[in-house]
């Protein structure tokens, strides 16, 4: 069974272009989503995001909805604890490919790394 984690070097998610994010403010505050906006740069890309090491610059200090955790997931999608998983599992696989494609050596190696071979 496939469990969520972030791999590493991939950032997918750090591509915040609202675009490609219609329904951002039924979920997110209305200074959070000043905040997200404010970090949206001239490529799509978030302004905190090193593309050149895929990592994220302020990662300790990364906002809420940066942060794929059980509390922050009931919040702001009303997902339990134990359906993490899986939710953040569909939500990275729609981003990475998305971003990189569906047939994407990142997504590739997302599905790898959590034990996912496409078969749901
Ligand atoms: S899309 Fe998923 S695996 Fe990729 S950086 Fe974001 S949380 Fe990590
Ligand atoms: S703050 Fe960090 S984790 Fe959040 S979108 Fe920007 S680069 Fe990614």
């Known amino acids: 069974m496939a469990t969520w984690h972030c791999v590493k070097h991939c950032g997918a998610c750090c591509h915040l272009d609202p675009r490609d994010r219609p329904d951002l403010a039924d979920y997110l505050t209305p200074d959070e989503l000043t905040l997200y906006l404010s970090l949206v740069g001239e490529d799509g890309w978030c302004i905190h995001f090193d593309s050149t090491n895929r990592e994220c610059r302020i990662y300790s200090s990364r906002p809420r909805f940066c942060r794929v955790e059980p509390d922050v997931f009931q919040d702001l999608y009303s997902i339990e604890p134990d359906e993490l998983s899986d939710f953040a ?19 590739l190696r997302f599905q790898r790394e959590i034990g996912d071979w496409g078969t749901n």
Do not use: F, T
């Not at 599992?89 to 997504?107: A, N, T």
């Open 89 to 107: 599992i569909d939500c990275c696989q729609q981003q990475i490919e998305g971003v990189y494609g569906d047939r994407s050596l990142e997504l």
